[in-house]
């Protein structure tokens, strides 16, 4: 199955996780050279309350700047990483990437779905969402906003995520452009980035 026919970037992308998601998060971060002008921004289900390390960890893997942006929010520029703070939703609005406390969505905040959504308001085509193991729905709206705006939606197989709820759902409620394993993921996402017409191995199926 071909990815990207159009052979646009996809330089924004987005990435949720949950539980049994943090090291695959951290690999496909990783993976993304960090000379590549690419926009990160990653949720990740996390406790308000205890030890603040993720920023460091991912900071450590993807050799990129991490900010954790808080409600005056920051400029979002090629080149960084930015994660969901806890206890705050992470999303962009007008060029701007700030994290807002509002109210909390599958019983979480920071949760994926504000996250995909104003991805998806705010740069259309160039949005990758890609969605990893975890339990519940969440990014499943997420996911079908960015398709609606033209972008491409990835999950993890759901056989391989240690939680399959999150991706599985999605393939039950989506279109979703394909489901592959993580070591698949670590090569098709930046080429898509770079904007490269991707073959991958089997098409996305429930």
């Known amino acids: 199955m071909e990815l990207n026919h ?9 990435i949720g996780a ?3 998601g943090l090291a695959p998060m951290l690999d496909l971060v990783a993976a993304i050279p960090a000379e590549l002008p690419v926009i990160i921004a990653a949720v990740l289900h996390r406790s308000p309350f205890g030890p603040n ?3 460091e960890l991912l900071e450590r893997r993807a050799q990129r700047t991490v900010v954790e942006p808080l ?4 400029r979002a520029v090629a080149g960084t990483v930015y994660l ?3 206890d705050l939703h992470l999303v962009f609005n007008d060029g701007v990437v700030l994290g807002r406390r509002s109210a909390k969505q599958h019983y979480t905040r920071p949760a994926v779905d504000p996250l995909f959504i104003s991805a998806a308001e705010s740069y259309g085509s160039r949005v990758l969402g890609v969605l990893l193991s975890g339990g519940g729905t969440d990014g499943v709206l997420g996911l079908i906003r960015i398709k609606t705006k033209g972008g491409l939606t990835l999950v993890q197989r759901p056989d391989e995520a240690r939680q399959p709820s999150m991706p599985a759902t999605a393939l039950r409620e989506d279109d979703v452009d394909a489901a ?3 070591a698949e993921l670590l090569r098709v996402v930046p080429a898509l980035a770079r904007g490269q017409r991707v073959t991958t191995p089997h098409p996305a199926s429930s």
Do not use: F, K, T
């Not at 409600?71 to 920051?74: A, C, E, I």
């Open 6 to 14: 159009a052979g646009l970037r996809r330089d924004i992308i987005v």
């Open 18 to 20: 949950s539980a049994g």
């Open 53 to 55: 390390i993720l920023s």
């Open 71 to 74: 409600n005056g929010g920051v």
């Open 84 to 86: 969901g703070p806890r």
């Open 180 to 182: 592959l394993s993580v």
